[in-house]
């Protein structure tokens, strides 16, 4: 099993920035990657960014990039998002989440997942 507590998110006005944070714990050293999904209220779960653990390789969904970066620590299993130049459209609730292997761009490919965190931009 493996743990994941969020934290970071908030209300920031558009053109802000905030910072995600993702804390796992228990079997970490099961991860392939960790990743960060969003779910806007009355829609899909979509996902936002990842990386690998192994070698820190990165993966973005189109809407983000160049705009949120995805990081981790790997002495604290932690990852972190990055989220610059916020848009009213990226207001959603924003969930962690762990996979075992790849690929590493599909919800139903990950095994764990956090509680979420609100993240809301206004206009």
């Known amino acids: 099993q493996v743990q994941l507590v969020e934290s970071g998110g908030g209300l920031v006005q558009a053109g802000g920035s905030l910072r995600l944070s993702c804390a796992a714990s228990g079997r970490a050293f099961s991860m392939y990657a960790m990743g960060w999904f969003r779910q806007a209220p009355g829609k899909e779960r979509d996902f936002v960014a990842a990386?690998?653990?192994?070698?820190?390789?990165?993966y973005y969904a189109d809407s983000v990039k160049d705009r949120f970066t995805i990081s981790r620590d790997n002495a604290k299993n932690t990852v972190y998002l990055q989220m610059n130049s916020l848009k009213p459209e990226d207001t959603a609730v924003y969930y962690c989440a762990v996979t075992t292997s790849a690929p590493v761009v599909t919800k139903t490919n990950y095994n764990y997942w956090g509680q979420g965190t609100q993240v809301t931009v206004s206009s």
């Open positions: 990386i690998r653990w192994s070698d820190g390789r990165t």
